[in-house]
C-alpha cells in the first residue's frame, strides 16, 4: 500500500441518492451541480441535503459530498417556496406602499396565506394588480436573494430606522451575536429559515383580494406547480380574527412582546387571562348547545389539537347546565380487522371512514335517541374483532356526545340526524407569530405538543414522532381539513404563551435526534424556531389548561361522564 500526500483534485464529486455520482469543479455551488439532473426530479429543486445537513444552492462544494435534492413537493422545499415568495411580496409592497405595514396573517386550506395591510387604507383591486405585477417583473428579471450575517447591534438599528419595532423586539432577546439577513433591490429582511437563491424560482403565485385583506396563492405540496381554486373559509377566517381580538386584550401580538411580558414579570397574568379567555369560549359552545337542543354532539380535529381536553371542558360545561351527554367511542365500531380497507400501499388504513361500521353506528344512533336500550360493540384491539359491549339506554332528552377524526364528516351519522348535531372542530389555530412577516405554523405547535406528550405518555423519542408525523398529516389532509367548515363552531385550542411552556420539555428531547438520522433536519429547523422563545414556568399553568395535556398534571385526565 502506497499512501502519500497529494494536491487537492480541482473537481469534486457529489454523490447522489440514487447512486448516481455528480463531477465538478470545487467550489462550485450545489444548485448549479444539480442544473444537470434536474429534470429528473418530480418537482423543482430549491435546495439540497449535504451529509444529512440542509443547505441552499447557492452553497458552495468544497468536499466530497452525499446529496438530495430538496423539492417543492417536500415539506422543507415547500415551506423555502413559500418563504422565498412572502419575502418577494414584502419587497414589491414597501415599494409600492412606502407608508403602509403588511402583515402575513394565517395559512388557508387551499394554499395560501391571508395577508393584511395597515398604515394606509385598504388595498383595491387595482392596487393588488400593481403589487402583482412588480412581483411579476422581479421573477421576469430574476433578481438574486443576497445572503449577509450582520452583527446583531446593527440588525436591530437597521429595523429600528425602518420602524419595525416587532423584529427590534424579536432580535432584543436573541442569544447569538449576528443575524442572517437576506437583501433584495436594498431593502434587508430577516427570513426564519432558508430561501431560494433568486426571484427567478419563484414562478407560481396569485394574489387575491379577500376579506378585508388578501390571500398571497402558492402551490401545495401534492401539485408543486400549480395553484388550486381559492376556497371560502369563513368559519375559520372569523376564528383567527376571534384569536386577533384575545392577543389585543393580552397586548401581545408577536413573540417579541411575548417576551417582554414573561421577562417582565406578566406571566401570570398572560396565563391566567389566557386561560380565561379559552373558559369563555368553551362555554358559550355549551350555551349554544345547550339553548339549540342538540341530540348529537359531534367533535373533530387534527393530532395534538387538544381535543381530549377539550371535550371534557365542554362536557363539564354542560352538567353545568343540566345537560349530561353521553360519551359514545367510536373506536368501538371499528369493523372487524380483516374487513378494514387498505391503503395505496396494501396495509390497513383504520383512519378511513369506511374502517367504521357505519351502518352498527347508524342504527345505534337511532335506537338510542329513540329511547331504546342498545347493546353497544367493544372493539379489541388484540385479537381485532367486534365484542359485545355494554347494554345502555338514554334518559329523556340525553344527547351523545361523539369525538373523532370523522367528525365533521357528513356521512359519519344518518341524514335523519343531521339537523339535530352540534358539530365543534378543535384546532391550534396559532396566530401569534415571530413578527409581522415571520409565521408560527400551526402544524409546528402541533408536532411539538405531540412530541412532549409521546415522550411522557408513550416514552417515544422524538426521532419517533418526528418519524410518524408525515402519514399523520397525510391522514389529515384527507380525512379532517377537507370537511373544516362543516363545523356549527370552531374552538381554537391555541394559548398564545404555550411554545413558552414547551420549549423546556422539547429542546432536550429534539437535542437526542442523532445527525445521521433522517429525522436530524427536522428536529434542528425545530430547535432553532424555539430558540426565539423565552421559557416559562409549567407550575404556573392550571390543571384543566390544554397545555396539561401534553406536559402532565391534568386534573381532567381521569375525567369521566357518569354513565349511570
Known sequence: MSIKIVQPSPNVELRLSDGRVLSGPRGARVGEFLQTV???????????????????????????????????????????????????????????????????DHSVSSGGFFCQVSGCEPLTQKELDSIKARMQKFVDEDHPFERKEVPIRDAIQYFKNLGCKDKVGLFTHRHKDYLTLYSLNGRMDYLHGYMVPSTGYLRWFDLTLVNGGFTLQFPRRHAPTQLEPMGDYPKLLNTFRQYGNWLTHLD???????????????ADEIVLVSEALHE???????QQIAQKKSRIILIAGPSSSGKTTSSRRLAIQLLARGVSPYPLELDNYFVDREKTPLDKDGKHDFEALEALDLNRLAQDIEKLLNGERVQLPRYNFKSGMSEAGDIIQLKDGQPLILEGIHGMNPRLIPDRWTDAAFRVYV?????????????????????IRRMVRDARERGYSATQT????????????????????????????????E?????PFAEPLLRQVQHRAPEFIEARRLLAFLEWFLPLDASLIPANSIVREFVGGSGLKDFKIWRG
Open 38 to 104: 434536474s429534470d429528473d426530479f418530480s418537482a423543482p429543486i430549491v435546495a439540497a441535503i449535504l451529509n444529512n445537513e440542509i443547505h441552499e444552492l447557492t452553497y458552495p462544494i468544497e468536499i466530497e459530498s452525499h446529496c438530495t435534492p430538496v423539492t417543492m413537493d417536500m415539506a422543507d422545499g415547500a415551506r423555502i417556496y413559500r418563504r422565498s415568495l412572502i419575502f418577494l411580496l414584502e419587497i414589491a409592497f414597501a415599494e409600492l406602499f412606502p407608508k403602509g405595514k403588511l402583515t402575513i
Open 252 to 266: 401581545i401580538d408577536n413573540v417579541g412582546s411575548l417576551n417582554d411580558a414573561i421577562e417582565g414579570g406578566r
Open 280 to 286: 369563555q369560549n368553551v362555554a358559550d359552545i355549551a
Open 427 to 447: 384546532s391550534a389555530l396559532t396566530q401569534l407569530n415571530l413578527d409581522r412577516h415571520n409565521r408560527v405554523s400551526t402544524t409546528d405547535t402541533r408536532l
Open 466 to 497: 418526528i418519524s410518524r408525523w408525515e402519514s399523520v398529516r397525510r391522514g389529515e389532509k384527507r380525512h379532517i381539513f377537507p370537511y373544516q367548515e362543516n363545523a356549527d363552531v370552531m374552538f381554537n385550542s391555541a394559548l398564545v404563551y
Open 499 to 503: 411554545l413558552a411552556v414547551l420549549k
